[in-house]
């Protein structure tokens, strides 16, 4: 089989969550182990660390793998989903997997998978863990693709977890409530292995230290790196300086990743490095340079991701209310003429949440997204009009969308894409329904 035909039978053949929504999540972690067992247990001889949250995990990791890149280690990434290519998903010192070690896989253990019915991810997650157990990678960082205990990716012993935040998302699959969100989330604490909590919240803090303390696990929180942006702000990139406590970890920092959110999840990072590697001479030093080269190190796509200058255009698949607190406020504070919106949802978000944050002086376009989970664009349409905003649906593709509304737009004005993955990746890679 080529690259192409095992590629085109994973993604029609195999049940893919960010494809079709919840039918495609398998709950319990046997499928998954009869996998690792069936390729030789790879998750066993990796060094992990192990990243969830609702938002931030993303960011977390590539600055995690980053970090570790600038030590001069061999570093796995495992991340989802993917924005152009499959194999963004899985990289090592930022080179996604080659087509060839994808084919080699498959054929070497596709006939043993199929007794399995394995989701998309499951197999995914199968083959990050054995491609970077020959690799040897020094170490491998991995994302959670959803919620945490149950997750396929669960089935590791890391050298630390990370929980970045939590918010109401996928609440039919992890609980209608912080509190119960967050015990998803707690599941990837392991025995007398340390947990890092970034976003210190009073309904979920209980739940860890519960979690915590049952396993042994040392717990410890962001709540004294201080991430502060020097004035005045840019759009494009910005210059932090990090405290810790009264210690100053760095000055005049470069940070690339200019979207609000991001200040929590540098923290987040921080800390991580802090526990992980907490005997390094050169330790400030490296947080600093893995910040500034994060995107060169890892080539991370789709954080208020600049595309284009006149006018400034940028896309985020930042896609639930708690994501877009962060980027309606910047939305807002943007210097334009006139602000230009292109959002598109799938139907299980909370949309409602969403459009009450968005500011009002905008020009909204509704598109829908390549993905049998896009919501009806007019069904948004009537939401926010409903919020008094100004919005007009497209019957035309994302990109083709984009372009126009870019086309349209003065040198002066702004373009923000983004609402849902999907639209931010028909975006970058040109795609149209």
């Known amino acids: 089989m080529t690259y192409t035909d095992i590629i085109n039978e994973i993604f029609t053949a195999l049940p893919m969550y960010h494809k079709v929504g919840s039918s495609a999540y398998k709950e319990g972690l046997e499928n998954i182990e009869n996998l690792a067992a069936i390729v030789g247990n790879p998750e066993r001889r990796l060094r992990c660390i192990h990243v969830a949250g609702t938002n931030g995990k993303g960011s977390v990791t590539h600055l995690l793998s980053s970090f570790y890149q600038e030590m001069g280690m061999k570093v796995g990434l495992y991340t989802s989903p993917h924005l152009i290519d499959f194999r963004e998903r899985i990289k090592i010192n930022g080179e996604m997997i080659p087509r060839e070690a994808v084919v080699g896989f498959f054929e070497k253990f596709q006939p043993k998978f199929q007794q399995l019915e394995p989701s998309f991810f499951e197999m995914t997650t199968a083959l990050a863990f054995y491609y970077f157990a020959e690799e040897q990678v020094d170490i491998a960082i991995v994302e959670v693709g959803l919620g945490g205990r149950l997750d396929a990716t669960n089935i590791i012993s890391p050298i630390a977890s990370v929980i970045t935040n939590i918010s109401l998302e996928h609440t039919q699959l992890l609980g209608d409530t912080l509190a119960k969100i967050a015990f998803e989330k707690a599941g990837i604490i392991k025995p007398h292995t340390p947990v890092i909590i970034g976003k210190v919240q009073p309904e979920t803090m209980p739940v860890y ?225």
């Open 209 to 433: 230290r519960k979690r915590a303390d049952e396993l042994s696990a040392p717990i410890h929180t962001a709540e004294n790196i201080t991430v502060r942006t020097l004035l005045p702000e840019n759009p494009v990139v910005r210059h932090v300086t990090i405290t810790d406590g009264r210690d100053v970890i760095g000055e005049d920092i470069l940070l690339p990743l200019a979207g609000d959110c991001q200040l929590e999840n540098v923290a987040t990072f921080v800390r991580t490095a802090q526990v992980c590697e907490p005997h390094h001479p050169a330790l400030n030093r490296l947080i600093v340079r893995a910040i500034e080269n994060v995107l060169k190190n890892t080539h991370l796509m789709g954080r208020w991701q600049v595309v284009a200058e006149k006018p400034l255009t940028i896309c985020d698949t930042g896609h639930n209310s708690g994501g877009f607190a962060f980027i309606a406020s910047q939305l807002q504070r943007l210097e334009c003429s006139k602000l230009h919106v292109i959002l598109g949802f799938v139907s299980d978000k909370d949309v409602d949440s969403i459009i009450a944050l968005l500011p009002k002086r905008a020009d909204y376009t509704v598109v829908r997204a390549s993905v049998e989970r896009a919501m009806d664009p007019q069904v948004i349409a009537d939401k926010m009009l409903a919020a008094g905003l100004s919005v007009r649906c497209s019957d035309k593709g994302v990109y083709e969308t984009c372009r126009i509304v870019m086309a349209e737009a003065d040198p002066e004005d702004a373009v923000y894409i983004g609402g849902s993955t999907f639209v931010v990746a028909d975006f970058l890679s040109g795609k149209e329904r």
